[in-house]
């Protein structure tokens, strides 16, 4: 018969290892002295190439933190953090509860850029680190009203706060936004008018819904808040997306998109005007992706503003942007 170690065996033999939770214990300090730490490891080196890692950490643990609007209002949302440091080449490794840690300590704080540099000093002194980033991504709620009838409904925006703290003590901040709106082709339109007046046809130009996602960093000592935002987006685009709408009101986005038809370089262009105006934003870059309906593929661009040794316009990530 074999011997099984952690359940009985069939001759009715006990395993030798005991399969219990203990809820009535309680460590003591002592107890807690003496468990192992696997950054106390003697004599271990680093395993694989000693290097230096740029960015270790965790990515995607949630909680709930507060937010103020523009309006003075604050809102508690469900937010999901990225918080990585560098490593140095003699380090082994990191105590990535430590991050968490740092983390909830602040976590009855409104969520500002003030407020993750705080978070970003903490990562450097416990994890004793030279660059920290963090990353807050949240779904933000803007009541929005329809075109005619005065109907309202809630648009979700996704929204991220970065911050890093480099190892030459500056520290930059960022926000990403997306805004979706829609592309009517200004090509098929024409094309469409066309058919109507060569030979009577009815067509319907071909239109699709789009997203811009502007990554922005805050000019030294401005803020912009998410409403500035979004308002500069809906200034240059024109053609958000509805939330709620009876006839009269997509009767009117249908003649919204006609007067704003816009090919995807159109959108960036658009976009470039309005934020490059706007003196609270230091450096930006904008990818836009229109989800053709006549194609069975994408067509996209990507600005930005220009700054020496700022954002290059080097984004491939548009399978992200779907929507």
């Known amino acids: 018969m074999k011997q099984m170690y952690l359940h009985r065996s069939n001759c009715g033999k006990e395993p030798p290892i005991k399969r219990t939770y203990d809820r009535k214990f309680k460590p003591t300090a002592a107890y807690r002295a003496s468990m192992p730490d696997m950054m106390e490891v003697a004599n271990e080196t680093v395993k694989g190439v000693h290097v230096p890692i ?128 829609s592309s009517a082709c200004p090509c098929s339109a024409e094309l469409t008018e066309h058919a109507r007046d060569k030979r009577g046809a009815y067509g319907v130009p ?4 789009s997203k811009a996602r502007i ?48 090919f995807v370089e159109d959108a960036a262009r658009l976009l470039f005007l309005e934020f490059n105006k706007d003196k609270r934003i230091a450096d930006f870059r904008i990818a836009c992706s229109h989800l053709e309906s006549l194609h069975s593929h994408d067509a996209v661009s990507v600005i930005c503003k220009g700054v020496p040794g700022g954002f290059i316009a080097d984004y491939m990530d548009f399978g992200t942007l779907l929507c």
């Open 54 to 181: 740029q960015q270790v950490g965790i990515h995607n643990f949630k909680l709930p933190l507060k937010y103020r609007t523009k309006a003075g209002k604050t809102l508690t949302l469900e937010t999901s953090v990225t918080g990585t440091v560098s490593l140095e080449a003699d380090l082994k490794g990191i105590n990535m509860s430590r991050i968490m840690r740092t983390f909830y300590e602040h976590r009855e704080g409104v969520t500002t850029g003030e407020w993750m540099g705080k978070i970003l000093k903490g990562y450097l002194r416990k994890v004793v680190t030279k660059d920290a980033r963090l990353k807050i991504s949240f779904s933000y709620p803007m009541l929005r009203p329809s075109l005619r009838t005065g109907l309202e409904g809630y648009q979700f925006y996704h929204v991220a706060f970065e911050g890093v703290m480099t190892r030459d003590g500056r520290y930059r901040r960022f926000i990403h936004f997306d805004f979706v709106y």
């Open 206 to 209: 071909h239109s699709q819904r």
């Open 215 to 262: 990554t922005l960093e805050e000019a030294e000592g401005k803020k912009i808040w998410i409403e500035d935002v979004h308002a500069l987006c809906l200034k240059a685009l024109q053609t958000e997306t509805q939330v709620m709408v009876k006839r009269e009101d997509e009767q009117a986005f249908a003649e919204l998109n006609g007067a704003y038809l816009k």
